[in-house]
């Protein structure tokens, strides 16, 4: 070691030893310049001022210090001083220790300490070390507050025990079972530790054997504890998030699969990529046949009309309600059908991006067949009520010009009032929106009670000729053909050959292959122009013909109108 011995108070050096000068870096003769020149940095006066200040004879006052040498790193230096006398003079004996290299290790081991605590501390992990010679542990201040416990540097391991749950008492058993027969050198468990609070703390268990002794048996292991509670819980929350997006998926499974409306999804390439069983049934193709397939592939008439708000829906994020569309589907081919629909953009729930379009589709078919059907009867009632005070007006006045007495008057015109019911009877079910349950009737009684009103005081024979075979009239086809033969004796009564004296109508019908062919002829009224737009009577006549699939034709000669009825056979018995 390097020694010197230094004047008081001066502290200049007197003597010194080979290793002081090599500690000074410099020959030994030349060690009172190196040391002078040493005390006079910085450093070197805080070294003075220590030895300055040494007082002790009997035992040596031990200090760290540093030494600065010109032009080279400084040293840190461990000190052992103390006064001396040496033939009267005062003197201070020094032993200089350089411990430059453990002070530096000592830096680096407590800065390695430190990232591990900062480590640790990220983690969230308690620190142990367990010593078997003593069986204590050392722990850290995170694995006590993980128990709520206060910050303690050691704890027996009887204690440490008390904390294990008496379940998990097996599992610390056999653990030490294999740690003494050195089969495993390293430890994970899972433990259930008390909290200070009385609860269960789930705890991962993690160590390692460091040190063994000679035979091999473990003697001090080193590990860290994790609270697992925060990881439970999320679990549990994922568990029961999950659980509930389940059953929230399949309530909207549900009610995708059972909706009595349309529903389908579709990408930005407006192709399907779902389809309920509502919308496959309406569009008359199984749901397997949509999915890949524009909408238009399978229903054709809609492109026009929805391939634009498809664009509108992407390009725009639109909702666009209340649309309707009419077309033909293949679930009933030649058949207009109606659709209201509505577009909606289908959106990432993350970053809002339009995925593709969702449409509601609801067929409205039947409603709007209704409504038209309301209309026109509401449109029928009207006019009929107006041509019953005009019919009501006629049968008086034809009543009072062939009657010789008023009881005889009175006699007629209630007749034709009473059969004038009896043929509103018959329509009554077609106005009603019904059919008409009519077992057992002939086209021939239904035309004689419709126009029993219009004949002439001794029956039909003088105005009116019905000549035709013997055909069953069903209950489907009576009320049209009612509504059509009435509203044709109504006009003629109003404007044709009804209206005057001498004037006839014949109506006869046939029946072959070719369905049944009625014709109604006028003659002896008055002159017939072709009217310059077709009115309501006109309408009646063709609609009635077409819902039984067949047609109506018109001839407006000058001697009297001339219609044509074309009916199938099958629809007018049915």
């Known amino acids: 070691m390097a020694a010197v011995i230094l004047d008081r108070p001066a502290l200049g050096v007197l003597a010194g030893n080979a290793e002081a000068a090599g500690l000074l870096g410099c020959r030994p003769e030349r060690l009172p310049e190196a040391w002078g020149a040493a005390l006079d940095g910085r450093a070197g006066q ?30 840190a230096m461990l000190v052992r001083a103390r006064c001396v006398e040496l033939e009267g003079w005062q003197v201070v004996s020094a032993v200089l220790v350089d411990i430059t290299r453990r002070t530096r290790a000592e830096a680096r081991l407590a800065t390695a300490h430190r990232r591990l605590e900062v480590a640790l501390a990220g983690a969230e992990l308690g620190a142990w070390q367990r010593d078997l010679r003593t069986d204590l542990l050392e722990v850290t201040a995170r694995w006590c507050e993980m128990l709520g416990l206060p910050p303690m540097k050691t704890v027996p391991v009887t204690v440490w025990r008390t904390l294990v749950h008496p379940e998990d008492q097996e599992v610390l058993r056999n653990l030490a079972q294999a740690q003494d027969a050195g089969l495993d050198g390293r430890i994970e468990v899972l433990l259930r530790l008390r909290h200070a609070d009385g609860r269960w703390i789930p705890v991962l268990s993690r160590g390692e054997v460091i040190e063994r002794d000679a035979e091999g048996r473990a003697v001090v292991l080193s590990g860290t504890h994790y609270d697992l509670s925060a990881r439970h819980a999320a679990e549990a929350a994922r568990r029961q ?64 009309a929805a391939e634009p708000l498809f664009r509108r829906v992407l390009d725009q994020g639109e909702t666009i309600t209340g649309i309707e569309f009419t077309g033909q589907t293949a679930r009933a081919p030649g058949v207009q059908r109606d659709w209201v629909e509505q577009f909606y953009p289908v959106r990432d729930p993350e970053t809002q991006e339009i995925l593709g379009v969702g449409i ?29 005070f005009a019919i009501v007006s006629g049968l008086v006045s034809y009543s009072a010009r062939g009657a010789a007495t008023p009881q005889a008057m009175r006699n007629a015109l209630l007749g034709r009032v009473g059969a004038l019911a009896r043929a509103h009877d018959l329509v009554r079910p077609a106005i009603a929106g019904l059919g008409a349950d009519l077992p057992g009737t002939t086209l021939e009684a239904l035309l004689r009670a419709l126009l029993e009103p219009f004949g002439g005081d001794d029956g039909m024979p ?35 050959a009804l209206s005057r004296e001498g004037g006839t109508v014949t109506v006869d019908w046939t029946a072959d292959g070719a369905g049944l062919r009625l014709r ?31 047609t109506a034709g018109f001839d407006w000669a000058t001697d009297g109108l001339a219609v044509e009825l074309l009916l199938p056979l099958g629809r007018v018995a049915g």
Not at 272 to 286: C, H, K, Q
Not at 360 to 377: G, I, P, S
Not at 465 to 489: F, K, N, S, Y
């Open 46 to 75: 805080e070294l003075r001022r220590r030895l300055a200040g040494v007082t002790s004879r009997d035992r040596p006052e031990v200090f760290d210090a540093r030494l600065q040498l010109p032009d080279r790193a400084p040293k």
């Open 241 to 304: 998030s999950e659980a509930e997006a389940r059953r929230r998926l399949a309530d909207l499974e549900t009610l995708y699969r059972s909706a009595p409306l349309g529903l389908a999804q579709f990408d930005r390439a407006m192709r399907f990529v779902r389809v309920n069983e509502a919308l496959a049934e309406i569009n008359g193709f199984p749901v397997e046949a949509h999915l890949g397939r524009l909408a238009w592939d399978l229903v054709p008439d809609l492109q026009a």
């Open 360 to 388: 509601v589709c609801e067929e409205v078919t039947e409603r709007k067949r209704a409504e038209r059907t309301r209309e026109l009867l509401l449109r029928e009632l009207d006019h009929r009520v107006k041509n019953l």
């Open 462 to 496: 003088e105005r009116l000729r019905l000549q035709g075979p013997t055909l069953p009239l069903g209950p489907t086809a009576a009320p049209a053909i009612a509504l059509a033969v009435h509203e044709m004796a109504t006009n003629a009564a109003k404007y044709g």
């Open 520 to 550: 109604w002829t006028e003659q002896g009224g008055p002159a017939v122009a072709t009217p310059a737009h077709r009115g309501f009577g006109h309408r009646l006549v063709n609609q009635s013909a077409a819902q039984l699939g067949g």
